[in-house]
DNA sequence: TTATCGATACAGAATTATATGTATTGGTGC
DNA sequence: GCACCAATACATATAATTCTGTATCGATAA
């Protein structure tokens, strides 16, 4: 018999440490080493009983799991990095995949889905549920048609223009005069069919190009 | 030795269902009834089952805890509704509390929290954490402080904007005079310290006047 | 009653934004 | 090389916005 898969689970959410583990218990071939409720006590404790995988939430007080999967892929790179997640957001998303991470599973994921994740990525596999993989492909899909959509220059005067920058103001900002800004702004409205900042504003934050 | 408290819990993640049938299953005076994963699934299992009380979670696919606290209100108005979730967001509380939930709880709450909440709203009694019901002071007094820095008219004037509608078309729409629309978003401009509609939108969603 | 203040309403001038047209540059395919 | 297209750049004319000032009405306090 191989030694067993050991994991840490890392959730401030109680209930979900129970809930994991519970579920986990009785399976053979998985060990729960330990757990941690924010991103502090899951890098000492991963340092202490390195294992295997670490199962980690997103949203976290302190420490977030962004944070947390960044510095374990810095630290101890070894460590299959598995994030168990409600927020399967564009951007979670993307800045997960960046970071690295070996495995992303909705926290809606049945028990058949969550063990093979498990073994997946223990493996050295990565795993990728097909409503995640069709996410990032239709993401990096529209991510390239929106980026495609304006040039360089146009998506310069689309965020200064969206924090409230007049013309004069941008042309300063980039220096180029303020008719060319005119010309810019123009060729944004039409390409979009709107008329006024505003519905540009509205637009960009739409399509996340600009950030709250 | 009395009754116990029999529970209904609606989660869309096994996990969550897992973990809160993992911590009260040993409980003396407490029984989970059942479980549901969705708010069609949990009305059925409600009218069958005739808990004492519905843990419910908000955030859930098809039809959502909110709504499903609604029918349970018009409907069962006998079930003790208590709200298990991780969004405490303003919009969500201030619905909930006007559907008139028996009680709210983080999803990050400990065991004792949880215990204490269950045989609260069970005997009748509202549970709402000190935290939240902190929160629920200051969304109460932010919301008077924002309101009442606006007359209702310039209200209609910034949500109106907002949307990307220009001074004549918001006079038609309010049925003023286009230079009344100027002076009253010239009175928002100067209140502010702003002086274009883009920084008033940027302010109107920081400060959630608008909704995207 | 009168004085005052805030909300609403309107006007003219000054500024800014938008629509349309044109020129130059650099790259691409023929 | 040459035609073509996209990106960048600048100009003029028109429309919309913003600034500053004024007036009326109703409530409220001296």
Redo the contacts between chains.
């Keep these: 018999m191989p030694e067993p898969i050991r994991i840490l689970l890392v959730d ?9 583990r ?2 986990l218990e009785a399976k053979l071939g998985i060990e729960v080493a330990g757990t941690a409720s924010d991103g502090f006590q899951a890098l000492s404790k991963a340092s202490e009983l390195r294992p295997d995988v670490m199962m980690l939430d997103v ?1 976290m ?1 302190g420490m977030d799991g962004i944070e947390l999967a960044r510095r374990m892929r810095a630290e101890m790179p070894d460590v299959a990095l598995l994030v168990l997640s ?1 927020d399967t957001s564009i951007a979670t998303l993307e800045t997960l995949l960046g970071i690295g991470i070996d495995g992303f599973l909705p ?5 058949a889905t ?1 063990l093979s994740a498990i073994r997946s990525v223990a493996a050295g596999y990565e795993f990728f549920g097909t409503d995640i993989a069709r996410l990032i492909e239709r993401i990096s899909l529209a991510k390239k048609a929106s980026d495609s959509m304006f040039t360089p220059r146009e998506l310069d005067v689309i965020r200064l ?4 920058l ?1 013309y004069k103001e941008i042309a300063g900002e980039l220096g180029i005069k303020y008719l060319t800004v005119v010309t810019i702004k123009n060729n944004i409205f039409r390409k979009l069919g ?1 008329n ?4 540009l ?2 637009y960009a ?2 399509k996340q190009l600009i950030s ?1």
């Design positions: 401030d959410h109680p209930l979900m440490l129970m809930g994991i519970s579920m949203v007080p409600s926290k809606t994921s049945d028990e969550m223009s969206c924090r409230g007049q709107i006024n900042t505003v519905e504003v509205l934050i739409k709250l």
